[in-house]
Nanobody, 124 residues
């Protein structure tokens, strides 16, 4: 098991930036591919980005390509989501998730452990 805690959410104006962090503890962090998902009010949770165990492979949902960047620091047991050029439609609760000994994937059911989420609100 790996315990995940997100931070860095908040209120930002459209066009602004935020950096989310997800700190992991428990099972060795570098054994996990990591993903970010989000859930807007009244909508299903959706994939945002994922990164491989070593950080050399990334996957993005189309609507965030070129605006969001996922990265990780295995020495700090942390995965990040840098979000630039934010839009009101990016408003959601953002979750990080860990997938043990796997390649990065957009499949939600592949992820074994989830954080509690952090709220991101983008005002127009």
């Amino acid at each position: 098991q790996v315990h995940l805690v997100e931070s860095g959410g908040g209120l930002v104006q459209a066009g602004g930036s935020l950096r989310l962090s997800c700190a992991a503890s428990g099972r060795t962090f570098s054994y996990h591919a990591m993903g970010w998902f989000r859930q807007a009010p009244g909508k299903e949770r959706e994939f945002v980005a994922a990164i491989s165990r070593g950080g050399d492979t990334t996957v993005y949902e189309d609507s965030v390509k070129g605006r969001f960047s996922i990265s990780r620091d295995n020495a700090k047991n942390t995965v990040y989501l840098q979000m630039n050029s934010l839009k009101p439609e990016d408003t959601a609760v953002y979750y990080c998730a860990a997938d043990f000994l796997a390649a990065p994937t957009r499949r939600e059911l592949a992820y074994d452990n989830w954080g509690q989420g952090t709220q991101v609100t983008v005002s127009s």
